[in-house]
């Protein structure tokens, strides 16, 4: 596969773009002509497909977009292109599964299959979401101490000591550094210090993920870090630098793509093509190891609306049956914590992701908004995850559509934002309040209606 010699090599070298150009002529041409060439089209009905040509059909056309469109680098205005060959190298060489975490908390991270019974991953915490770091910590804990959660991606710190946290200045390393030293600590407390983290959030960016990766407390060879791929198909000098020096180290690269719905890929047919595109990019720009998908609305901005569910179906079945891509869904609710709304949308969004191959990764209540999330929804989540594993993607479809209007799309305009870990958790003792834990017993009680038993 290329070097990271290579890659900076191409960009230097590569073809000269004004970036709107790129985004119209190379990136929203390219993806209406393949939606049109490849019949793909959106079944509100049908939010977990089960045509084998329709996916063999979305596959090709994201990797006809890579070939076609390459990567923008916005420092160099310039695009990295590929070849058929060396896109297919990318393919060939991905890992089916990674050993993460150490000793006893260590887990086989593998590559799901469509309808796979084995038991997925479960990435715990509220990921993407702005902490204070008085808050940070406790919130923290309220995931480490849940046995189901076999991995922690938990946010990041946009407030130190008061003062909010800036791109670029010498809070955001600060906040890196603090960032996993109460990752760290809640792991001790919670007795699994060896857990898998995906972390370094408060790092947008190289500044604060390389303090992330170089501090006392920072992330280890088994622990991973964001390397996001820039909406549409760009990447920059900061992207490059934290894939190029973690991955020197030997540590994981994670691959998150999280294009918008009506944005430059257009609907949701051409958001599936751009994500496949993406991440094929992603494995040779950034040598990634494992993705997230995480399709954005840009009305209600969830994943669990029915444009992000048939997204994150049809991405996941696409390369799941096409690569070893190791791929993680995202679990990103409007509802928070302390609601029973938010209860529907982890249903509806992590059998989508289970039945069709990827691991679950959240809960990330309020869009991540606010940091009104605990560990609790995430059990569920994780509950519902190792329930699911039985079904056909029909019985799913079906499951998903009857949650789905529980909560959208009313519930969905003005969503239960739900309340902050000190008023959901007796934050001495860790755990949850009565009245949560009453709501999160009879989401137990409803969903074991439609089959989901959890124990």
């Not at 938990?154 to 603090?178: C, F, M, Q, Y």
């Not at 040598?287 to 179906?313: C, F, M, R």
């Not at 990330?364 to 079904?391: C, D, Q, W």
Request: glycine share 8%.
């Amino acid at each position: 596969m290329l070097s990271f010699i290579d890659i900076i090599k191409r960009a230097e070298e590569g073809p000269k773009v004004d970036e709107k150009e790129f985004d119209l002529k190379w990136v929203y041409n390219n993806v209406k002509e393949l939606v049109k060439e490849y019949d793909i089209k959106y079944n509100p009905e049908e939010l977990i497909v089960t045509s084998e040509d329709f996916i063999n059909n979305v596959f090709e056309a994201g990797f006809q977009l890579a070939l076609r469109t390459g990567i923008y680098v916005v420092e160099y205005r310039s695009v990295i292109k590929f070849s058929e060959e060396e896109i297919k190298e990318g393919i060939k060489t991905a890992r089916a599964q990674l050993v993460v975490g150490e000793g006893a908390d260590s887990r086989i991270l593998y590559s799901r299959k469509i309808e796979d019974q084995r038991a997925p991953f479960i990435m715990g915490g509220h990921a993407g979401a702005p902490y204070p770091d008085d808050l940070y910590f406790v919130s923290a804990l309220s995931y480490m101490q849940e046995p189901i959660i076999d991995g922690i991606n938990h946010g990041g710190i946009a407030v130190v000591n008061g003062l909010d946290v800036r791109t670029r200045s010498p809070l955001e390393a600060l906040a890196a550094i603090k960032e996993l030293m109460y990752l760290r600590e809640a792991a001790r407390i919670a007795g699994r210090p060896g857990i898998h983290l995906l972390a370094a959030e408060s790092g947008v960016t190289a500044i604060g993920d390389l303090a992330a990766i170089n501090s006392e407390y920072g992330l280890r060879k088994t622990d991973a870090h964001l390397v996001p791929v820039l909406n549409e198909m760009k990447t920059d000098w900061d992207r490059l630098i934290k894939a190029i020096v973690f991955k020197i180290r030997g540590g994981i690269n994670c691959s998150l793509v999280d294009p918008v719905i009506g944005g430059f890929f257009g609907g949701p047919a051409g958001v599936a093509i751009g994500f496949i595109a993406s991440f094929l990019l992603s494995r040779l720009v950034y040598q990634a190891d494992y993705y997230i998908i995480h399709p954005i609305h840009n009305k209600w901005v969830s994943t669990s609306v029915p444009e992000g569910l048939w997204v994150l179906s049809t991405v996941g079945q696409a390369m799941s049956k096409h690569t070893n891509f190791i791929l993680m869904g995202d679990v990103w609710t409007s509802n928070g914590a302390g609601s029973q709304e938010i209860f529907w949308e982890i249903v509806a969004n992590t059998i989508t992701n289970v039945v069709t191959g990827s691991h679950p990764l959240g809960v990330s209540a309020t869009n991540g908004k606010y940091p009104h999330a605990s560990g609790l929804e995430t059990r569920f989540m994780g509950e519902v995850a190792h329930a699911s594993i039985k079904l056909s993607r029909r019985e799913a479809n079906e499951i998903v559509k009857i949650f789905l209007k529980k909560y959208h799309p009313e519930k969905t305009e003005k969503p239960n934002i739900g309340k902050p870990i000190y008023e959901l958790y007796d934050v001495k003792t860790m755990r949850p309040r009565d009245w949560w834990l009453n709501i999160y017993k009879q989401a137990v009680k409803e969903v074991a209606e439609y089959g989901i038993k959890i124990a």
